[in-house]
Structures are given as structure tokens and as C-alpha cells.
T-cell receptor, first 118, second 117 residues
Framework: NAGVMQNPRHLVRRRGQEARLRCSPMKGHSHVYWYRQLPEEGLKFMVYLQKENIIDESGMPKERFSAEFPKEGPSILRIQQVVRGDSAAYFC????????????????FGAGTRLSVL | QQQVKQSPQSLIVQKGGISIINCAYENTAFDYFPWYQQFPGKGPALLIAIRPDVSEKKEGRFTISFNKSAKQFSLHIMDSQPGDSATYFCAAGSTNAGGTSYGKLTFGQGTILTVHP
């Protein structure tokens, strides 16, 4: 069972360009979470999605950032008109649906996409 | 109220020693407390997790101690090894209204552990 797959692993953009980060959850997982990690800081929650639904976007910046998790295909985190402050590692995690018990919704993380804005 | 405070920021331990990392939280709605281990250039990997109905959980060399009244929990790594050198994050989550998910996790700031041989 493949883990959470994120691509690209590294992404370089110039200021004003768009960045698209992709996340394929583990097989059988229908919950996806995006987190951002600035250098030498902890992970900050951005958004929580289920298929075709945004459940919690309380951590998303109000402008330029959007996320989707379509019925088919990976989840996408989109950053429009990137600025230098967007440079960070972006991690995706996934969890299964309503497993119950101790394994309920443990979040498994991908290796991340490291975004550098020049 | 959503914060999770983690200490120390960095920790140096000799091989065979005990590593102790502490976390404190404020939100009493939190009911799930995982610890993650992260190596450079990698994503966080779940180490061990606890829920507030128990005061301690042990898995191999890793033990979580949980103090509900003090709203604190800690990770103990027994017989620390150089391979344990990594960044450790505590986190906290709360079950959603439908009971199907912990939703977002709130992470501590991380502890960089170095175990000297």
C-alpha cells in the first residue's frame, strides 16, 4: 500500500507566478489535510477536505490560496501570485473514513513539497 | 486557546540516556494527542498517540505520559540511540461532532533531539 504521494518534491517559482501542489492520499483514504511548515517551525494547519467538499479551511489565507479534492484525481493546493513569504514546505496528510477505535483517522503524512519563491 | 506549547526547543542526550520532551495545551476539547518524528527532508511520521482516558501508553522504547488535570503530556524515549536523532512534534486534535474524524491537528513548535554516540 503506497503512502501519501506528493509532487513535485521541489518547486521553484518567481514572484507573481502560480504554484500547484498535488497530493494523492493513501489508498482507501478519503480525508486530506494540508499543512505548511516554515523553517524551524511546527506545522500549521491550512485546510481539511473530503472528496468534493471543503470541511475546514480555517487555516487558509483569505487571498491567493485555494484547495480542492475532486471526485477523481489528487488533491490540489493552489497558490496564485506567489510572494517570497509563501516559501515553505507544504505537507499533505490523509486519513481513512470513520475507521473507529484506536486507528480512527490517524493522519499519515507525505514527504512534502518544498516551495521556493525567487 | 488553540496553542500547543512544546519544550525544550533542542535536546542533547548521550546514547543510552532518557530523552524527555514536554507539551502543554489549553483547549479542553482536545481528545487525541499524537507524537510525530521528522527526519530532515522527510514528512512527519506518527510515533505514538494517546487519548485522555489513559495516563500512560508505552510502545517499545517510547512512552507517553498524560496529565489531564494539568493539561500536559510528555514523550519519554528510553535507551536513546543515535538513530533517534530527529525533530519531534507533539500535536493535539479533537473529534468532530459526527465522531468520524479528528480534523485538524495543532502542532507544537518541535524539539530537535541529538543523541551522541
Amino acid at each position: 500500500n503506497a503512502g501519501v504521494m506528493q509532487n513535485p518534491r521541489h518547486l521553484v517559482r518567481r514572484r507573481g507566478q502560480e504554484a500547484r501542489l498535488r497530493c494523492s492520499p493513501m489508498k482507501g483514504h478519503s480525508h486530506v489535510y494540508w499543512y505548511r511548515q516554515l523553517p524551524e517551525e511546527g506545522l500549521k494547519f491550512m485546510v481539511y477536505l473530503q472528496k468534493e467538499n471543503i470541511i475546514d479551511e480555517s487555516g487558509m489565507p483569505k487571498e491567493r490560496f485555494s484547495a480542492e479534492f475532486p471526485k477523481e484525481g489528487p488533491s490540489i493546493l493552489r497558490i496564485q501570485q506567489v510572494v517570497r513569504g509563501d516559501s515553505a514546505a507544504y505537507f499533505c496528510a490523509s486519513s481513512p473514513l470513520n475507521r473507529g477505535g484506536e486507528a480512527k483517522n490517524i493522519q499519515y503524512f507525505g514527504a512534502g513539497t518544498r516551495l521556493s519563491v525567487l | 486557546q488553540q496553542q500547543v506549547k512544546q519544550s525544550p526547543q533542542s535536546l542533547i542526550v548521550q546514547k543510552g540516556g532518557i530523552s524527555i520532551i514536554n507539551c502543554a495545551y489549553e483547549n479542553t476539547a482536545f481528545d487525541y494527542f499524537p507524537w510525530y518524528q521528522q527526519f530532515p527532508g522527510k514528512g512527519p511520521a506518527l510515533l505514538i498517540a494517546i487519548r485522555p482516558d489513559v495516563s500512560e501508553k508505552k510502545e517499545g522504547r517510547f512512552t507517553i505520559s498524560f496529565n489531564k488535570s494539568a493539561k500536559q503530556f510528555s514523550l519519554h524515549i528510553m535507551d536513546s540511540q543515535p538513530g533517534d536523532s530527529a525533530t519531534y512534534f507533539c500535536a493535539a486534535g479533537s473529534t468532530n461532532a459526527g465522531g468520524t474524524s479528528y480534523g485538524k491537528l495543532t502542532f507544537g513548535q518541535g524539539t530537535i533531539l541529538t543523541v551522541h554516540p
